[in-house]
């Protein structure tokens, strides 16, 4: 049996296919790009740029010639047009613009010149206004989803270019949620769990993590269209520095913030993955944590006692017991139980490949297996049905709230508690109605801080 032998294509100035382009991948030679074509051109133009800081230099460089897929680029401030403001938060204010031919993919050897993406395409770009913020730091663990870096020549303040988002994770489930099967559903939380590990990372806390402050683009792939609003975010150190001081109010929505902060006390990366817990619960029903309960002091003090979401029997057979347990481990009382960002990222990693490539070597890739094919196997009439129910039972109640907003923690309502239980004094955490927005997120989807 005669084996097909690939033919060896040479590039004009003699690099092959054969060759390798970075560590562990060989050269790409088509349609009139070479791989090393353009890692050898990024290297002649390193003489004609710099960020003013030799670390960053170094970022962008290594990024150019050692990364197939991810290429920072140095972009020149008179590149962005259309430069529109969005909102301060974050340690810096967020902005969208439109870009000149600066993000370059590809040298050409046929034109002689680049191949450029995003050429006149909206970017978001965040300029970093708090010199206590890593920028150095975070670019080194998290790049992905960056394109560039920038610098404003006013301020001196640098900047990072990144996508520009359309929609949320909550919007998103709410119209695709019959349709996601479990690979969807494991792909999406790691690309959550890694992007709050980056965080973590960085010293920073995210203190108001929900399905509507995780950004995404409405051409979801889970890989590169997930990112987590950063404008809540608060550096860790300074939330140490204020461990002692209890606090009479926090901002947030109840059904995502920790019972140890419920009480006063402040956030800390151990209270982010409690609100993940919560981005679980909704990726398998569907419904926000406490959707049907008035979000007051009283489901406060439920929380603090240990009450927490519960999931509807007829779901119970599309989600694996493994979950269910990780989900509720989220939850726990005791910070020091919950897992961490890592362990959940590289948890959800694995599965994701296990799932992808039908791997099944243990129990708990048998019930992920299995609950899958209940869910796929769900009858035209079946889903009816529970479409139905499930629309019945996710109706939102009316003093419920899933904006961010301030609460008073129970700590600053200490005096005022019996009162309240009596009646005799209002509750302060009760809206008069509710808060929810029906409409649909605008462009840039910042989140609600």
């Not at 999406?188 to 995404?216: K, P, Q, T, Y």
């Not at 939850?331 to 590289?346: G, K």
Request: proline fraction near 3%.
């Amino acid at each position: 049996m005669s084996q097909k032998i690939e033919k060896i294509k040479y590039c004009p100035v003699g690099h092959s296919s054969m060759d390798f382009a970075y560590t562990d991948l060989q050269n790409f030679i088509y349609e009139g790009k070479c791989c090393l074509c353009t890692k050898e051109r990024f290297i002649q133009e390193f003489k004609t740029w710099s960020s003013g800081n030799s670390e960053i230099d170094k970022i962008i460089q290594e990024s150019q010639i050692n990364d197939m897929y991810v290429k920072l680029q140095w972009i020149s401030y008179d590149s962005f047009q259309n430069v529109e403001h969005i909102a301060d938060g974050g340690y810096g204010s967020l902005y969208s613009a439109k870009l000149k031919n600066v993000i370059k993919l590809n040298w050409n050897f046929i034109k002689h010149d680049w191949e450029h993406h995003l050429i006149s395409k909206k970017v978001a770009f965040k300029e970093i206004k708090d010199s206590r913020y890593d920028i150095i730091k975070f670019l080194k663990i998290d790049q992905v989803r960056y394109f560039g870096i920038s610098k404003n020549p006013s301020t001196q303040n640098y900047i990072i270019v990144r996508i520009l988002f359309d929609n949320d994770f909550h919007n998103f489930l709410t119209e695709a949620f019959w349709g996601l099967n479990w690979l969807s559903k494991l792909d999406s939380l790691f690309s959550i769990a890694w992007s709050l590990r980056c965080l973590h990372e960085i010293n920073l806390v995210h203190c108001n993590l929900h399905s509507g402050n995780i950004l995404m683009m409405n051409d979801y792939n889970p890989c590169d269209s997930i990112e987590i609003d950063q404008s809540s975010c608060k550096l860790e150190n300074d939330l140490i520095l204020n461990a002692n001081d209890k606090n009479n109010k926090i901002y947030g929505s109840i059904p995502y913030i920790p019972p140890e902060v419920l009480i006063g006390n402040e956030f800390t990366r151990e209270g982010d993955i409690y609100s993940f817990g919560g981005i679980m619960y909704e990726i398998v029903t569907a419904q926000r944590p406490f959707a049907d309960q008035a979000h007051d002091t009283y489901l406060m003090i439920d929380i603090c006692n240990g009450v927490r979401p519960k999931v509807s029997d007829f779901m119970l057979n599309w989600i694996p017991e493994w979950y269910l347990d990780l989900m509720y481990r989220c939850w726990s009382d005791d910070p020091s139980e919950r897992p961490t960002a890592d362990e959940l990222s590289n948890l959800f990693c694995e599965m994701s490949d296990k799932f992808r490539e039908y791997i099944v070597d243990d129990d708990v890739m048998q019930q992920l297996q299995i609950a899958d094919e209940n869910q796929q196997n769900i009858s035209k009439s079946q889903k009816q049905e529970l479409f139905e129910l499930f629309s019945h039972s996710s109706k939102l109640h009316p003093q419920s709230c899933y904006s961010g907003r301030y609460v008073h923690t129970l700590h600053g309502l200490h005096d005022l508690l019996e009162e309240i239980k009596s009646g005799k004094s209002p509750d302060p955490n009760l809206l008069m109605k509710s808060n929810e927005s029906t409409t649909r997120v605008n462009s840039h989807n910042i989140g609600d801080e």
